[in-house]
Nanobody, 120 residues
Framework: QVQLVESGGGLVQAGGSLRLSCAAS????????MGWYRQAPGKQREMVAV???????NYADSVKGRFTISRDNAKKMAYLQMTSLKPEDTALYYC??????????????WGQGTQVTVSS
């Protein structure tokens, strides 16, 4: 049974920090690419950060230099360290695990989301 569970969201003031955690189970974690995505009201879901199974990272331009994605394969955990938070970062943040076998066969899993609210 594949499961991703996010935690660590909350309410913070602009300029503050939060650390989001994603606990995975029911999968071979080390072969998955892990990512954080977010969706604000009235907007499309967007990629925030990705860390591949080989530890390559990619960030949205809007968070580059402020957010850091990491993973601990032994613990089957992924993290998003967020600093210098802005009101524009307010969104529901989702954890994603993806394994591409073929372009026509992708294993793709999502958590339930954790809310991040940044006040001005």
């Amino acid at each position: 049974q594949v499961q991703l569970v996010e935690s660590g969201g909350g309410l913070v003031q602009a300029g503050g920090s939060l650390r989001l955690s994603c606990a995975a189970s029911g999968m071979t974690f080390g072969i998955m690419d892990m990512g954080w995505y977010r969706q604000a009201p009235g907007k499309q879901r967007e990629m925030v950060a990705v860390i591949t199974s080989s530890d390559r990272t990619n960030y949205a331009d809007s968070v580059k230099g402020r957010f850091t994605i990491s993973r601990d394969n032994a613990k089957k955990m992924a993290y998003l360290q967020m600093t210098s938070l802005k009101p524009e970062d307010t969104a529901l943040y989702y954890c994603n695990a993806r394994r591409t076998i073929l372009v026509s066969r992708i294993n793709d899993y999502w958590g339930q989301g954790t809310q991040v609210t940044v006040s001005s």
